[in-house]
């Protein structure tokens, strides 16, 4: 007998393939159904925007709608004339400073909390940013509904919409543009930041600038400037040389596919003369150039972590001394998640404890004592989220949690441990500085800013009788000041400019911090009595996160291959500091849009959720495994009731199913209601059994998260009513109740892990009927996440079970699905399978904009399954081998695309020897 190798193309990949194309829709982590009821939402609605904030906020509400509107009348007219109503959620529930635009539904969503971070994200105001950055937006995709783009829109809804943007446009153009519109129009701006190009910097002193592909689509080997800093330096260089009109039309030409293939490339070539790729190039050697000639003219300081040359990009961060002169710091690799680690004067580095979940890598050190933040979330609102304050002694004490239901930021620890300086940030957007006690959390002192400061990174004095803190004002001005904690009263150390102050350590009397001057972030000193600040460190990429130790300041610098820690001898001069405006030079801007916002009151009126519930946004595609539908969505803005109605096809059963689904998460469970029809099929023997199935089903449902320490955890628990109608061979009615509760519990992962090294998941679920019929089944669904030989390897194990009673009047559903075989049926079903997953290779390479490929990696694997056929069991096994390219498809959406070769050791039966799949997994 001949045998014969053949390839096959699922239809699930297939399908699989034409979701991709058509529904590039961009995820905004806003979860369903996790936003507490219990807020009571107003709205303002007007002609160019509904913003919905909770009552307490309604100043912010109407400075942000007059922000809005400004911006749309008088400085959106480069990029069209076009503007679509959008609603926009102020949500004040979460300590995450993050803002969007969503297409499917067209809305905005703004978390409220300012970052402490004034060099990521500048020390404007920040709902003032966030209005101007995400405003920006609305403009850009505004005037993208044009030619196919329009035509999409029409036929299958915004989803389609998203996804023709996303085939179309780059996404460094929507991110870039936003920026420089940011910094054309505010006082700062993150284009205006030092700190912002450090990585395109430290890449072209190092001569390793990037090509195109790799800087438009990343990678997981190494370090890729986002696509912020990428569209920041293509914009700024397009306007420059070819008019503030390029960009607008480029768009728009774009979203028409106008050349139908690389519409935008071919938009801007036809404009420039220069396709992306072509401008990229000379983009980044006239910039590198520049950077080239700025940095030889700085001297760095003297290297002192790592020891030696990474071979993985890492981060080595914060760095303090103790008292016995060793070294204490955080450190990340794309490897390795997160630690704090010390490095004794002989070189020897111990890990003092992983940092767990966190939104802040920061962290407080003062006389052996550490303390920093840990991350949260309410049990089931998630959207209500909480940052904790830790604090562990050095000496090996554990690590406690101080704090519950927290939101604090930046904790400082006193000498003894007794006490902790924290800024706290209040739902009322209301910022101050707590001190806590560390022995049962409670807050001893709240001092009370003036209205509108931000305070960033507070110190206590030597003795502790005085907070320093950078504290930013109500127009982003920062300065630096002293408060006496007995009395609250405030002395300004450096008074308030248009200027950013980083981190800030107190030593003795004297203080040092970094501020921006001459074109970088450097490091300066002062003293407690408000001398002239001296100028400390003249490194070429910037100098943050400084500690004074002795004479000695450590500081940490930017590389390709991470942050590093310095350090530098105090100078021996104040001439320096005296040339180099040693308070830090200020920030140069020509015009300034948010002092012209006028203070014009809009009408706020109760902003009603049930009115609302239906907003049909997309009639198109939908997968969820394995079913791919075509289905009318609708989900409100508050993103917690959703429904669809259409048709679905499960391409494990090959059949066609009509369906109706909502989902109502306003209470504290969810409600489920659905109802399906479709044909099934079965044989017994030569018989054959054809019957068209109804269900309803009514549900409620708990979504529970938990995070803790360093794992994520989530919890599932339901229940369902069933009522089936069975109309044709089989003709009966069948009533069922189904319970099920799923457990994921999984540790937290570095970039270039393929899975949590630690990591379990099961899934119970029962069925049975209720009525006077005979059927009940019970599914197990299982996995365990281990880590392999490598450190990116990992040992993935899953046990599944399918059991179902003698002479049942009704199958629930089928059997499990074994590798090489297929699906596997029978009345009791054992499915054991051991997965050895690695890397291969990390190639960075793409062909023609059409895929790009960051990683291949393999899976050793084996199957076991024993069917229960007449009472006795027939046991088959596979094994076989996968090969899975993580890629990106079109420059737009990342995906995974498998070939699997599978050998059956049983030679009665012959698998399939190749088959191409998508890789689905549970963790």
Not at 375 to 385: G, H, I, Q, S
Not at 613 to 639: C, E, K
Not at 729 to 753: C, H, I, P, T, W
Request: net charge positive; hydrophobic share 40%; with cysteine.
């Amino acid at each position: 007998m001949q045998y014969m190798l053949a390839v096959q193309l699922h239809k699930r990949t297939f399908l699989l393939f034409l979701l991709l194309c058509s529904s590039l829709v961009q995820l905004y982590g806003q979860a369903f159904g996790k936003i507490s009821p219990a807020v009571n939402w107003l709205q303002i609605d007007t002609d160019s925007c509904r913003v919905i904030f909770p009552s307490h906020l309604e100043a912010h509400a109407q400075r942000m709608v007059n922000v809005f509107h400004l911006q749309r009348k008088k400085y959106s007219k480069d990029v069209g004339d076009e503007f679509y109503k959008i609603d926009v959620v102020l949500n004040n529930q979460s300590t995450i400073s993050n803002g969007s635009v969503s297409m499917a539904p067209w809305k905005s969503h703004f978390l409220s909390t300012p970052s402490q971070h004034s060099y990521n994200l500048t020390a404007l105001p920040w709902l003032d940013l966030l209005a101007v950055h995400e405003y920006r937006h609305v403009a850009q995709i505004s005037n993208t509904r044009k030619g196919i783009t329009k035509l999409m829109y029409l036929l299958f809804g915004q989803e389609s919409w998203a996804g023709s943007i996303g085939l179309a446009i780059p996404d460094w153009y929507f991110e870039g543009d936003a920026v420089v519109a940011e910094t054309m129009l505010t006082s700062q701006g993150r284009g205006r930041i030092p700190n912002f190009m450090k990585g395109y910097r430290a890449l072209a002193v190092e001569r390793s600038n990037l090509s195109y592909p790799k800087a438009r689509n990343g990678s997981i080997k190494d370090f890729v400037p986002d696509h912020y800093r990428l569209g920041y330096l293509m914009m700024e260089y397009g306007r420059a040389r070819h008019g503030e009109q390029l960009w607008g039309e480029t768009l728009r030409d774009a979203a028409k596919y106008k050349g139908l293939f690389y519409p935008f490339s071919q938009a801007l070539k036809k404009r420039t003369g220069l396709g992306t790729a072509a401008m990229y190039d000379r983009m980044i050697s006239k910039k590198s150039a520049e950077w080239n000639a700025e940095m030889r003219q700085r001297k760095g300081g003297i290297p002192v972590a790592p020891l030696e040359k990474n071979q993985t990009f890492t981060d080595y961060l914060y760095p303090k001394i103790a008292a016995d002169g060793s070294l204490i710091y955080y450190r990340e690799s794309f490897d390795q998640i997160g630690a704090f680690y010390r490095r004794n004067k002989d070189g020897t580095e111990k890990k003092l404890v992983t940092k767990g979940i966190s939104l802040d890598k920061y962290f407080g050190y003062n006389g052996d004592w550490l303390s920093w933040t840990q991350y949260n979330t309410d049990l089931r609102w998630t959207e209500l989220d909480y940052s904790n304050i830790m604090l562990m002694n050095v000496e090996g004490k554990r690590a406690r949690k101080i704090t519950h239901r927290g939101k604090y930021f930046v904790p400082q620890p006193s000498s003894d441990g007794q006490k902790i300086v924290a800024v706290w940030h209040g739902l009322d957007l209301v910022n101050k500085l707590r001190i806590i006690g560390a022995r049962n959390g409670n807050v001893l002192e709240e001092l009370n800013p003036t209205e509108g400061w931000i305070y960033n990174y507070p110190q206590w004095s030597s003795d502790e009788k005085f907070i320093i803190s950078a504290v930013r004002d109500t127009i982003g001005h920062m300065a630096l000041v002293k408060i006496e904690i007995s009395s609250g009263l405030t002395e300004r150390l450096l008074p308030f400019a248009n200027r950013l102050i980083g981190t800030v350590q107190v030593t003795g009397n004297e203080i040092v911090y970094s501020a921006y001057t001459e074109g970088v972030e450097q490091i300066f000193k002062i003293g407690l009595n408000a001398t002239t600040p001296q100028l400390v460190t003249d490194e070429p990429n910037g100098a943050f996160q400084p500690f004074l130790a002795g004479d000695t300041v450590y500081y940490t610098s930017f590389g390709s291959m991470g942050h590093h820690i310095k350090s530098v001898e105090l100078p021996k001069s104040t001439a320096r500091s005296q040339e180099s405006h040693g308070v830090g030079s200020d920030i140069s801007y020509d015009f300034d849009m948010m002092r012209h916002v006028p203070n014009r009151v809009h009408l706020t009126k109760p902003y009603r959720t049930v009115p609302r519930a239906l907003n049909i946004h997309t009639w198109g595609l939908d997968f969820a495994d394995p079913v791919v539908s075509w289905r009318m969505l609708s989900t409100n803005v508050l993103n917690n009731v959703q429904a669809s109605a259409g048709v679905g096809y499960n391409y494990d059963t090959e059949v066609f199913a009509p369906l109706a689904r909502v989902e109502i998460a306003t209470w504290y469970p969810t409600i489920q209601l659905e109802a399906t029809t479709r044909k099934r099929s079965e044989t017994n023997g030569a018989e054959v059994s054809n019957w068209r199935e109804t269900n309803l089903l009514a549900g409620l449902a708990l979504d529970l998260s938990f995070p803790s320490s360093m794992y994520f955890q989530s919890l599932r628990p339901s229940v369902a009513y069933k009522h089936n109608f069975l109309r044709g061979d089989l003709d009966f009615e069948l009533a069922s109740m189904v319970g099920q509760v799923s457990y994921l519990r999984r540790r937290m992962q570095a970039k270039k892990n393929l899975f949590t090294r630690d990591g379990q998941y099961l899934t119970l679920r029962f069925s049975e009927a209720v009525d006077q019929l005979r059927a009940r089944q019970f599914r197990v669904r299982s996995g365990l996440a281990l880590p392999g030989i490598g450190i990116n390897h990992n040992l993935i194990l899953h046990g599944d079970y399918k059991g179902d009673i003698d002479e049942n009047s009704y199958q629930f559903t089928g059997g499990l699905s074994q590798r090489g075989l297929g699906l596997v049926s029978g009345r009791q079903v054992l499915r054991l399978s051991a997965n050895y997953h690695l890397p291969l290779f990390y190639p960075d390479w793409g062909w023609a904009g059409l895929f790009y490929i960051y990683r291949i990696r393999s899976t050793l694997w084996f199957d076991y399954t024993s069917i229960a056929v007449e009472n006795l069991p027939v046991r088959q096994k596979t094994a076989g081998v996968e090969v899975v390219f993580d890629l990106n498809l079109f420059n737009a959406t990342p995906a995974s695309i498998g070939l699997r070769f599978a050998k059956s050791f049983d030679r009665a039966v012959t698998p399939i020897p190749f088959e191409f799949f998508i890789p689905i997994y549970r963790f």
